[in-house]
Structure formats: structure tokens, C-alpha cells
């Protein structure tokens, strides 16, 4: 039996402007998301996975207020909070040293009490603690226990921060499951049939399906089995209420998207045959992709198009071009209302499964990067010449080669690119990325 261990979710609420989104970038290690005094700017990345004392976690940024009045911050803060109550193992709940307690803070402050789930009280902006530690007293008001005083713009005070972050993991999060069911994240926009595809999928109506998007009410994993071997299928969704905010509404579908992502072994990215691929689909895509995980393309509805003999190749070639960091990703074309081609999502399920736990012969492995480099010659700058050493496989989920240089700075990534495109035609790895470690090592040491 295998392992699988969830990856414990940290996630960030507070008040516009309290520091939020340089908190993130700082806990981070780089700069992610936008940062301008503005409120509400936060447009780029809203995740990043993180490690502390060997502990690996996701960080979410729930952010997304763009206040007109008072009623509006503190609704949309009670919106972040649900999210963060559901999503998170741990919630970091951000207040200001400058303006002190606030009226939403308060409110906001209940909410997280309430559920249960381990919140550090984070006071920012302390720049001078010995000075401003009255100031920080004053928030034992909101009721949630030690502030913990920190200046994100200096990155001061992170690292005990961090220390209480994980030490709350232990008794949250972290958890090891023995399983050796396939896991499935069944990802997409709202409305595209997700759930639609699951009720076929495990043959009975579990997963609620309308025509409004966003009604299925939470993620729900469904264990299922067909044909001897059992899978897991994870729902993602989406949203448990309609939302008039749409920023707020696709923060949300896409930290869901995240955590159902993690979980799994094998993505599968649902895309409306009606509405063509989009940009939100390269984003849900773009999340799996960076996780190393493999992807299945379905393209749903293919009932309703109208078709001629050219219409495949078009829609293939479309994603291919939107999705082109996805070149690995298989194709299938679906309709779960009249569950056409619905039982070879589970042969492409089992097919991808293989290639993503297969592993190359160290011998065969190096007998194919000499072919190639024979075929191609390895670049080289200033009269000295790229040469790979040794090569091994050193993991699966994803695929993942060690190959040992004479000098880094040499592999070039469009010959990396070659490589991977020669192991690919020798053994397909059909539906999974591969990962490459480059190692330098003087060849006196081979």
C-alpha cells in the first residue's frame, strides 16, 4: 500500500491594506502577488507552496476585497473567512498595529473563534516591538488568543510565526493515508458538468447537477470501482452559493482547484465543447501542470456541436496551441448527458496511471540520452562542450531523471526539451509531465 499525504493549507485573511499580500510574498520567498497601497489589487498568483523545518505546506491568499463602504469589506471579509474555515489547517488572521481593533476585525474575529480551526492573530506593521507592545496588547480584545507581532515590509517576527504555523500541523494537518486507489480531481469552470461527468462516472445521481452554475455545495470525494480497480473521485465543484462578485467567484473555484489538484494523482480538466477552451481553462490547467501532476483533457457537450469531418483535428489543434505547456496532456471528447465515450475516460485513467508510475532501466535510460546526443550535438559556449556524465530515474508521479553534467550552465533548456522528447518517443509517458534534476559532476568522478 502506498502513502499519500495531504499537504497541509495555510490561509491569509484580513482587512485591504493590512499587509496581506506582503505577508504572502515574504512567507512566499518571492514576490507573487501585486502590491500598491490601492485596496482590492491583489491580481496575480494567490497561492504558493511553501516549506518551513522541513514541513510542506500551500499558502493561500483569500484576498480579493474592493470595498465601497464599511458593509461591503466586512461582508466580503466574512466571505474570506468561510473560505479560509473550510479550505485551511491553519488561518492567519491579519490586523493593523496602526489603525488597532476595528469594527470588522471584531466581527470577523467571532466567525474564526467559532470554527474551531487553529487562527494566529498577526499584528502588522510593528516595527519597533519594544516600543508598540501596548499597542499589540490591545488586540487580545478580538478574543482569539496571543497576537503575534511581525512587520512584513521588514520581515521581522516571520520565524516564530512559522514555528507556531507548523506546530499547529501536527495536531491539523499532515495526516498520512495508506491508499492505493487512483485519485482523480475532476477540475473545470462552473457549469461545464463536472458532477454531470461523475454521476456517470459512478452510475448513481450523488453529486447534485443543475443548470446553475455553482450549486453543487461542497468538494466531495467518491470512491468508486470499475473493472477490479478502485479510483477516487474528487469533485472540485466549485461554489456553494451563487456570487454577484465575479473576482471573488474565481478566487475561490481556483483555490478549490488547488487543493483538489494536490490531492490527486491524476487531473482531469473538464472543458465546455460549446464555449472552446478559455482563459480560465489555461489557469485551472496551469495549476495542475506546475504540481507535476498528469492531465486529461475531456472536452464535455461534444453532443451539441455541429460536426464534420475536420472538427476533432480544429478543436485539438486549438488546445493544443492555448494549452501548449500541456503538449503531454491527452484528448478525449465526451458527452455525459448522453454518456457518450464516457467508460474510455477510465481506460485514459488507467493508461496515464501506468505512465505516470512507469520506470526506465538506468541502462536504457543512458543508452537513449547517448543516441541522442550523437544525433544532436549538446551545446556548448566558449570551446567547452555540454556533456551528460550519467543518467538514472530517481522517482515516479512524476516521472523524474537525474542527469549528471560536466557543467550546469551549459544545458540549455531547449535541449533539455530534446532530451525529454526522445525518452517520450521511446516510451511515450503519454498524459504525464516529466521532471529533470541537473547535477554537476566533474568527470574525473565518473
Excluded at 474564526?112 to 498577526?122: A, M, N
Excluded at 489538484?261 to 482563459?279: F, K, W
Excluded at 491527452?330 to 508510475?357: C, H, M, W
Aim: hydrophobic share 40%; with cysteine.
Amino acid at each position: 500500500m502506498s502513502k499519500r499525504k495531504n499537504k497541509p493549507v495555510v490561509a491569509v485573511v484580513g482587512r485591504p491594506n493590512v499587509g496581506k499580500s506582503t505577508l504572502f510574498n515574504a512567507l512566499a520567498g518571492r514576490k507573487i502577488s501585486i502590491i500598491e497601497d490601492t485596496p482590492g489589487v491583489t491580481r496575480d498568483r494567490i497561492y504558493a507552496d511553501c516549506t518551513w523545518l522541513n514541513y510542506e505546506f500551500t499558502l493561500i491568499d483569500t484576498g480579493g476585497i474592493e470595498p465601497d463602504t464599511k458593509d461591503v469589506i466586512l461582508s466580503q471579509m466574512r466571505e474570506q473567512a468561510e473560505i479560509a474555515i473550510e479550505m485551511a489547517d491553519v488561518i492567519l488572521f491579519m490586523v493593523d498595529l496602526k489603525t488597532g481593533p476595528v469594527d470588522s476585525d471584531t466581527k470577523v474575529a467571532t466567525m474564526l473563534r467559532k470554527s474551531g480551526k487553529p487562527v494566529l492573530l498577526v499584528v502588522n506593521k510593528v516595527d519597533n516591538p519594544t516600543k508598540q507592545m501596548a499597542d499589540v496588547y490591545e488586540f487580545y480584545n478580538l478574543g482569539i488568543g496571543d497576537p503575534w507581532p511581525v512587520s512584513s515590509a521588514n520581515k521581522t517576527g516571520l520565524g516564530d510565526l512559522l514555528d507556531e504555523v507548523v506546530r499547529n500541523f501536527d495536531a491539523a494537518a499532515g495526516t498520512e493515508e495508506e491508499d492505493d486507489a487512483i485519485h482523480v480531481a475532476i477540475v473545470g469552470k462552473p457549469n461545464v458538468g463536472k458532477s454531470s461527468i461523475i454521476n456517470r462516472l459512478i452510475g448513481e445521481n450523488r453529486v447534485i447537477v443543475s443548470d446553475i452554475a455553482g450549486t453543487t455545495r461542497d468538494a466531495i470525494d467518491t470512491r468508486v470501482r470499475h473493472d477490479g480497480k478502485e479510483y477516487v473521485l474528487i469533485d472540485t465543484a466549485g461554489l456553494r452559493r451563487k456570487n454577484k462578485i465575479k473576482g471573488s467567484l474565481e478566487r475561490y473555484m481556483i483555490l478549490r482547484t488547488v487543493g483538489a489538484v494536490e490531492r490527486s494523482d491524476i487531473t482531469v480538466l473538464v472543458i465546455d465543447a460549446q464555449e472552446g477552451i478559455t482563459e480560465q481553462d489555461a489557469k485551472i490547467a496551469g495549476i495542475a501542470h506546475e504540481k507535476g501532476k498528469a492531465v486529461i483533457v475531456a472536452v464535455n457537450k461534444w453532443d451539441l456541436p455541429e460536426k464534420d469531418n475536420q472538427t476533432v483535428k480544429k478543436f485539438t489543434d486549438k488546445i493544443r496551441s492555448v494549452l501548449s505547456f500541456l503538449s503531454y496532456a491527452e484528448i478525449i471528447f465526451i458527452s455525459a448527458k448522453t454518456g457518450q465515450r464516457l467508460p474510455k475516460l477510465y481506460d485514459e485513467i488507467d493508461l496515464v496511471s501506468a505512465n505516470q508510475n512507469m520506470r526506465i532501466q538506468t541502462g536504457v535510460l543512458n543508452e537513449i540520452i547517448n543516441e541522442a546526443c550523437v544525433m544532436q550535438q549538446p551545446p556548448s559556449d566558449k570551446g567547452r562542450m555540454l556533456r551528460i556524465l550519467y543518467s538514472t530515474q530517481v522517482g515516479v508521479k512524476p516521472p523524474t531523471f537525474v542527469l549528471f553534467v560536466n557543467d550546469k550552465e551549459l544545458m540549455h533548456f531547449s535541449y533539455q526539451r530534446y532530451l525529454e522528447n526522445r525518452i517520450r518517443d521511446t516510451f511515450g509517458f503519454k498524459g504525464t509531465p516529466l521532471r529533470f534534476i541537473i547535477r554537476e559532476r566533474s568527470q574525473d568522478k565518473k
